[in-house]
């Protein structure tokens, strides 16, 4: 039925054509017949007079209104095409108390406009605010004519049975019409918005509105409309079309001209009711809904100011400006490659006379190439024990004492050639692990005082090469499990934020926010590209050094074999793909920041910050190093609290405190485990034990710890961390997720700061590459924290706070500080990773059993 009912009205306006002209007419004859009915006396019989006057612009009209009466201002004007005048309509009401509102209706040719007096705006909880000073702008419907004279209507009703006192004037709007680059001030309160046009000049396609104020509060909303009528201004509509977001102080929106069709929008200004939105407090508690609240002056000065934004030739620019910074150091790393190359050629010419094998010049050349042996660490009398200095020949018989057990085992190049053929898809850890059936030796030696490389690198070099292979393999299926979900739910929130344009969703550094397409920053995620060129660098440069070691054992190189740190490049590989990923989803966080996903940006943080500690004690412990599964477990364990902590933890005393334990409590876990080698056992007895080392190391009598240097890590790794769990415990930082990020950067910081101490103390030496990389690294990480810290938004406050902190761009006009912190950081993280790689390189030569563990 309805459907045939609408068939016919289509088919009625087919036959009828000459009536559509007529719409807009009957419209306005339809809005006085139900004006004049709603205005009525309250009974049919009861005469109502209605009085139509011809009215000027800016002339105050002083009338009183009853039910009797309904009074006509017929006002006109002429607007032309080419030119765009403002009309401003301000009423007052005089009467304290009222025993009904005032309605005015104002007929235009193409828009109709209502309101009452008192106007009643609504807050939170429904609560109701009275305002006796309206004043509304007309929307000005377009002409196509050169010059018309058109007429608009104010009528003016009510049903009130006593005389109600008002006073009307219609104005002409001064400067309706902004200036490009001239700021324009005003006033504006929640019953007086106030709007005005922007056309966009020939060759300007994108445009910066912003709207500043010398004050937070009141609470303001800056909006951005299609030339159209009615114009939504005020706070319960002005959500409804077009572009909008809170502000205190600042305000910007970037506007396309592709987004406007008639190449011209509104600004819209409209002042909130209460103060909540912008983080301001409540000032009234919830009252019933019938209470009217007096909101006092909520009168806010305001200017505004329309910019030219950047063309295409900038967005050009800062795109080859972050290629070529990044392409630069594959150049670099290209040209390092080629000198050490020659280097490397030009010392096997001089070092390697054909007569003599390289096992034999490493054995005449000595460890540092110079025929002297490196200094012992324990030559020092803070390693002496009972007050005797011991020598390294001393350490060295105590290791090959036990060679029957598990000393150093003295290998020939036939059977290592043997082994090396043997297929690595045939070998598991399980299968073989030189350890598994001598738990007794593990006893012995990993308890030993004075450790070498050599003791903890026995298991065979094919299973522990698939053992941490697991690191890359593991991280690479993270990635696309993670990454997919997100890439996905960002596009969404960037699909919302255009549809609805609600710009308080996302947390913009606005003032220098560049869109392009769909994506309204891409500055923000073109600067996360050097975190994946590189990560991917980082891979190349591992990919190099790890086929170079594997050709060096097919060779059977004895350097290779028995000598330096045991080369596995499972962790650098899944480092290497971390910061790429670290990459690609910041750059998915900055498709839309806020509070939700956080995590993104964060989460691959972790991750680098656990690898790189693992990879740092990896390099001395490659037996006992942890797994691939029980570190990501680890790891994930750390993303959950992570999440708890962004969704429970703000203010939340309960989950500070339980944090607070867990922590405490897995520092004091880690800390046996490192110090014992893991030669302990957390069981029942475990309390027992405890007390009897007590009893015996510290009551019976008095003895220091037997491993002096961990002893003196872990008491500096106890003292960071308890300070962190209580700084958390009492302070309880809204950022939950930076504030365990830096429990993570702390504890790598103090381990890395402690391996390279513990390095130059065993008479150890770092290469000129390596001592290159870390004071470039560290000034590098100087800056990016500096801009960092910077602080252009943050999601721990309302938008309206958040924009605050915006700036403008500092670099080619196109990148802001947290762009140059990207840049800065990625380039920091590679550094890092190239410490991690090159800082043992002077070990290359030395046999792991005149290595010393710390």
């Not at 609290?641 to 409590?665: A, D, P």
Request: positive net charge; hydrophobic residues 40%.
């Amino acid at each position: 039925m309805v459907l045939r009912n609408y068939w016919k009205s289509r088919h009625k306006s087919r036959r009828f054509p000459t009536l559509c002209w007529i719409r807009p007419g009957l419209a306005a004859v339809f809005w006085f017949c139900v004006t004049q009915l709603a205005c009525g006396a309250g009974t049919v019989g009861d005469p109502k007079s209605v009085v139509q006057k011809e009215a000027e612009f800016d002339v105050t009209y002083n009338d009183t209104v009853t039910s009797k009466n309904q009074t006509i201002y017929a006002f006109n004007h002429t607007i032309s095409r080419n030119k765009t005048e403002g009309v401003r309509v301000t009423v007052d009401v005089l009467q304290q108390q009222l025993e009904s509102p005032i309605l005015f209706v104002i007929r235009q040719k193409q828009a109709v406009m209502s309101f009452q007096v008192p106007l009643i705006l609504r807050g939170l909880y429904q609560r109701k605010y009275p305002y006796k000073h309206v004043g509304r702008t007309l929307c000005q419907p377009p002409t196509r004519a050169a010059s018309e004279t058109q007429f608009f209507f104010v009528d003016v009703s009510t049903l009130s049975s006593q005389g109600t006192n008002y006073q009307l004037r219609v104005s002409r709007v001064e400067s309706f019409t902004l200036q490009t680059d001239k700021k324009f001030s005003f006033t504006a309160s929640p019953s007086q918005p106030q709007f005005f046009k922007y056309v966009f000049p020939d060759g300007v396609d994108t445009v910066i509105v912003k709207v500043n104020s010398d004050v937070n509060f009141p609470c303001s909303v800056m909006s951005v409309q299609d030339i159209q009528c009615p114009v939504y201004d005020l706070d319960n509509n002005v959500a409804f079309i077009g572009m909008y977001q809170t502000m205190t102080k600042k305000g910007a929106i970037t506007v396309q001209r592709k987004d406007f069709p008639s190449n011209s929008f509104y600004v819209v200004v409209v002042v909130k009711t209460e103060d909540e939105a912008c983080g301001g407090p409540l000032r009234f508690y919830p009252l019933r809904g019938d209470v009217l609240i007096d909101a006092g002056n909520r009168t806010k000065d305001l200017n505004v100011v329309v910019s030219p934004a950047i063309n295409s030739e900038k967005y050009v620019i800062g795109m080859l400006f972050c290629l070529g910074i990044f392409l630069s150091f594959y150049v670099l790393t290209l040209l390092v490659a080629c000198v050490e190359n020659k280097r490397m050629k030009r010392r096997e010419v001089f070092e390697n006379p054909p007569d003599i094998s390289p096992a034999e010049t490493a054995s005449l050349l000595g460890k540092n190439g110079d025929g002297k042996t490196p200094a012992s660490p324990y030559e020092y009398g803070s390693f002496a024990d009972n007050g005797s200095t011991l020598s390294s020949e001393a350490i060295t018989d105590s290791a090959t004492s036990t060679d029957n057990n598990y000393g150093y085992i003295e290998r020939s190049l036939d059977s290592v050639a043997r082994s090396r053929q043997e297929s690595l898809s045939s070998v598991e850890e399980d299968d073989y692990d030189t350890l598994g059936d001598i738990d007794s030796d593990k006893n012995i030696v990993r308890t030993k005082k004075y450790l070498c490389v050599a003791d903890l690198a026995r298991k065979d070099k094919r299973v522990l090469s698939k053992k941490y292979q697991i690191y890359f393999w593991n991280i690479a299926t993270i990635a696309v499990f993670y990454a997919l979900p997100v890439i996905q739910l960002v596009i969404t929130y960037q699909t919302v934020v255009n549809v609805t344009g609600n710009q308080d969703i996302c947390y913009y550094n606005f003032l220098c926010a560049h869109p392009l397409g769909a994506l309204s920053a891409f500055n923000n995620i073109l600067s996360n590209l050097g975190y994946v060129m590189l990560g991917l660098l980082f891979l190349l440069i591992v990919l190099k050094r790890d086929v170079m070691n594997n050709r060096a054992l097919l060779r059977n190189d004895l350097s290779a074999l028995e000598c330096g740190i045991p080369k596995h490049f499972g962790v650098y590989y899944a480092m290497g793909t971390a910061l790429m990923m670290e990459g690609l989803l910041s750059a998915c966080y900055h498709v839309c920041p806020n509070y939700t996903n956080f995590q993104f940006d964060t989460s691959f943080m972790y991750m680098i910050a656990g690898l790189c500690m693992l990879k740092l004690y990896q390099k001395r412990h490659p037996d006992i190093n942890a797994s691939a599964y029980t570190a990501y477990a680890c790891l994930a364990a750390v993303i959950f609290f992570s999440v708890l902590g962004v969704v429970f933890g703000r203010g939340n005393t309960v989950f500070w405190i339980v944090f607070s334990v867990i922590h405490i409590l897995a520092t004091l876990l880690l800390s046996t485990q490192l110090y014992y080698m893991g030669r302990w056992r957390l069981d029942s007895g475990v309390l027992r034990r405890i007390v009897y080392v007590i009893y015996t190391d510290c009551i019976r009598q008095c003895s220091g710890p037997m491993y002096i240097d961990r002893m003196v890590l872990l008491v500096m790794g106890n003292i960071v961390n308890w300070s962190l769990a209580a700084y958390g415990l009492i302070v309880r930082p809204n950022d939950f997720a930076s504030y365990l990020l830096a429990i993570g950067i702390c504890n790598l910081l103090l381990y890395f700061a402690f391996y390279i101490i513990m390095k130059l103390r065993s008479g150890e030496r770092i290469k000129c590459l390596p001592l290159v990389c870390i004071l470039f690294t560290a000034v590098v990480w100087g800056f990016a924290l500096y801009f960092f810290f910077q602080g252009l938004s943050t999601w721990q406050k309302t938008p309206a706070e958040s924009r605050e902190h915006n700036r403008d761009c500092i670099l080619l006009s196109f990148f802001d500080d947290h762009d140059i912190w990207h840049f800065l950081s990625s380039i920091a993280m590679f550094g890092s990773f190239l410490v991690l790689l090159t800082m043992d390189d002077d070990l290359d030569t030395v046999q792991r059993d005149k290595i010393y563990v710390f």
